[in-house]
């Protein structure tokens, strides 16, 4: 759990001060914090924590997003990538010169490892992905 700290405190440009719940806010930051905390009426401190928790859980999904990539062979990372480039399976199946069956499974297998259902929901998973240089003819 400290990385993510140490990753978020580094992502928001803080510097932890001796009790490590305190941190000094960029100018910028503290302002945008504030200005949210009047906008709803809250004490700052609690729209800065839960802008915090936000954060942790986005570092957590993004790093949970990698371990599961990280656990796919390589060619099921080239179907997920040309499935986040839009490909259909017939379309892998040509570039690939695999059988659809092939394809299919290799999808199934991608789908199952990111606990997901569909391409739509990988897609939308990896949405921040660059995957442009795997749609390059080869």
Same mark, same amino acid.
């Given at each position: 759990m400290l990385s993510l700290w140490n990753r978020?405190?580094? /992502? &928001?440009?803080?510097?932890?001060? @001796?009790?490590?719940?305190?941190?000094?806010?960029? =100018? =910028? /930051?503290?302002?945008? &914090?504030? %200005?949210?905390a009047d906008q709803? %009426?809250? @004490?700052? %401190?609690?729209?800065?924590?839960?802008? /915090?928790?936000?954060?942790?859980?986005? /570092?957590?999904?993004?790093?949970?997003?990698?371990?599961?990539? +990280?656990?796919?062979?390589s060619r099921e990372q080239e179907i997920a990538a040309l499935a986040c480039l839009g490909y259909t399976n017939r379309q892998?199946?040509?570039?690939?010169q695999l059988s659809m069956e092939t394809v299919k499974t290799h999808m199934s297998n991608v789908l199952y490892k990111f606990h997901l259902h569909s391409k739509l929901e990988l897609r939308r998973a990896l949405s +921040?992905? +660059?995957?442009? =240089?795997?749609?390059q003819p080869q």
């Amino acid at each position: 759990m400290l990385s993510l700290w140490n990753r978020l405190l580094t /992502l &928001l440009r803080t510097s932890r001060s @001796p009790a490590w719940r305190y941190f000094k806010l960029e =100018d =910028d /930051l503290r302002t945008a &914090l504030v %200005q949210r905390a009047d906008q709803q %009426q809250r @004490p700052e %401190q609690e729209v800065q924590a839960e802008a /915090l928790a936000a954060g942790l859980a986005q /570092l957590q999904t993004a790093d949970w997003l990698v371990t599961c990539w +990280n656990s796919l062979s390589s060619r099921e990372q080239e179907i997920a990538a040309l499935a986040c480039l839009g490909y259909t399976n017939r379309q892998m199946a040509g570039r690939m010169q695999l059988s659809m069956e092939t394809v299919k499974t290799h999808m199934s297998n991608v789908l199952y490892k990111f606990h997901l259902h569909s391409k739509l929901e990988l897609r939308r998973a990896l949405s +921040n992905w +660059n995957f442009s =240089d795997w749609g390059q003819p080869q």
